[in-house]
């Protein structure tokens, strides 16, 4: 068997990755967020025990690069990449969400930044090197159609917001988002919900390849 798939997690905060938005020394694989509880969810559904967490980051404490990458989102992006390939990490596999806001421009730059992170990567990898989660609006919007509620993503802030708070997943709780993963019928989401869709494939893909 090769080596586990070493992956690195980038998100916004505690939500998004669980205890990889703190400082080193704490993290915790079995408390690593949305994220990480999709990773287990997806890894579980595969039969695959071939990969760990070796890293993470919140986007705030990512220095920006200059350059190719110099508009705030994209930069952002291929800082994570650059994060991941490090010595102390020696990713396989950048994993991360974020949230548009509902702000096109920031979507856009989003995806210029993901052409700088497979740079990054390098193109001689069996894999994707970069599973990438641009949630529009926000990440409710996606634990949404995980509990299997249509017309979540694209919808404006405020209403994605609104009906998260009444399903119980719109309170900032990292537990109550994991357990949403953990609950929820991969086979039944909404197929409006395309990005989700696509984040999933694609990361089902990365942990096929290493079975």
């Not at 017309?151 to 009906?163: D, P």
């Not at 953990?182 to 395309?194: N, V």
Request: aromatic letters at 6%; one cysteine or more.
């Amino acid at each position: 068997m090769s080596r586990p798939l070493r992956i690195f997690l980038a998100g916004e905060g505690t939500n998004d990755i669980g205890s990889y938005a703190g400082d080193q020394g704490y993290w915790d694989p079995q408390q690593a967020g949305f994220v990480g509880a999709v990773i287990r969810k997806v890894a579980a559904m595969l039969g695959t025990t071939n990969w760990e967490i070796v890293g993470g980051s919140p986007w705030k404490k990512l220095h920006r690069l200059r350059g190719k990458a110099s508009r705030s989102e994209a930069s952002a992006v291929g800082a994570a990449a650059f994060r991941a390939r490090d010595k102390q990490h020696d990713a396989d596999l950048l994993v991360f969400v974020r949230d548009t806001d509902g702000d096109k421009t920031r979507a856009a730059e989003i995806r210029e930044g993901i052409a700088v992170a497979v740079e990054v990567f390098g193109s001689t990898r069996p894999h994707e090197p970069v599973v990438a989660g641009i949630v529009d609006p926000v990440i409710e919007a996606w634990a949404l159609a995980l509990c299997g509620e249509r017309g979540c993503e694209g919808a404006s802030k405020g209403s994605v917001q609104t009906r998260a708070l009444k399903a119980g997943v719109g309170d900032k709780s990292t537990l109550a988002l994991e357990k949403v993963v953990e609950s929820a019928d991969l086979d039944a989401i909404p197929g409006d919900a395309t990005d989700l869709h696509a984040w999933l494939a694609a990361l089902r893909a990365v942990l096929a390849s290493r079975i």
